[in-house]
């Protein structure tokens, strides 16, 4: 979008910037995508709090030869296949962000969740870097002052690195592709959902069971792939439209019941999707299934708004609203926590999205 500025020696200076973004968890999936990095059907998420990136980016200005020079580090550690996955999308970005060869960048992150807890860092991760390099972008060439919103933006370039990551730089509840009734929506970028959600969806809970830390034996990338030929795409792709049809109206209506009923087949329909790929496969776990019937039969007894959902794996996310936070978690401890991974559990809740960490 912007080409280099004349006078380069303005911006060429030494700096730090960081943010930490949180990771989200979809309630409408984005399963399927096309041409760069867009979704065949648009989904919706919850921002979280608690599992969240921290990443420093420390800029040094170089020659500009059109090479990327990047060093990566997690937790202190160097990660050359991070390090090359970065490499590559920043060359990937060179089109609309030329500056990204002009300096050799080191950076560092940190994420909340342990790693390889099975939970989905990319969204995290992806939108806190995309926020680094867009904070240097508009420091550069001054786009607050032309009227360019960085979370806009942010939200854009974390996008080409991870679809998911683009919803994770909004609070509380964010959509992403167009839908005729999200006003303003786009497949290039998300939004804060355009309508008031009823207030009990501002304090859910999203209790994150870990049934296994393994890393999963296919990615999400090479899921979406597979949905390009998948025998049921066509249909997947308006269930999925039909349904954030159907999810705006339980938000707007503080619906829980219709909103579980919507969440839980979701996750169920994205699994549905993985067995019948070709070739076909199964993330879920003996321990995710027992999960799920525990969460249907409390649920059936006490008559109680508790539900789950699924990311691409086999992980439980427990969503409850506030207001039923020890019920809920007396539940877990008693009865679900022995289906658990070393009984390890990440309690997350709605948060307010990403913060810029000071200098
Ligand atoms: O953003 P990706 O490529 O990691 O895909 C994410 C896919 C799901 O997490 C399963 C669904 C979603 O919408 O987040």
Known sequence: ?????SQKDNFLTTGKLGWRSP????????????????????????????AHTETWLKYVPKEDDGVIDVRFRLDGMKKMAFATRIK????????????????????????????????????????????????????IFDLAFNGVDLMHRASYIARLGSGSASRSVYPVMVSWGKHPAYEGSSNEYSMPVPFQIDEVFTRFHDDILIVS????????????????HHTFAKMRYDQARDNMTKIKRALINGDLKAFGQIVELEALSIHSLMMTSVPSYILMLPNTLAIIQKIR???????????????????????????????????????????????????????????????
């Open 1 to 5: 979008m912007h080409g280099m500025p």
């Open 23 to 50: 990771s989200n968890i979809a309630l409408v999936k984005y399963w399927g995508k096309f041409s760069r990095q867009l979704p065949s059907n648009p989904s919706i998420s919850f921002t979280l709090t608690n």
């Open 88 to 139: 590559r999308y920043f060359e990937s970005l060179l089109p609309e962000m030329p500056f990204l060869s002009c300096f050799s960048f080191r950076i560092t992150s940190s994420n909340t969740f342990p790693h390889s807890s099975g939970i989905a860092s990319s969204a995290s991760a992806m939108s806190a870097l995309a926020l680094c390099i867009c904070e240097l972008e508009s420091q």
């Open 213 to 228: 830390k393994e890393e999963k034996k296919v990615s999400s990338s090479e899921g979406h792939k597979l949905m390009t």
């Open 297 to 359: 039969a409390f649920r059936e007894a006490n008559k109680v708004p508790i539900y789950f959902t699924l990311d691409a794996g086999p992980n439980v996310h427990v969503l409850y609203p506030h207001h039923m936070v020890n019920e809920a978690k007396a539940f877990i401890q008693e009865s679900l926590l022995e289906h658990c991974y070393q009984n390890m559990v990440i309690e997350d809740k709605v948060g307010q999205g990403p913060i810029s960490l000071k200098k």
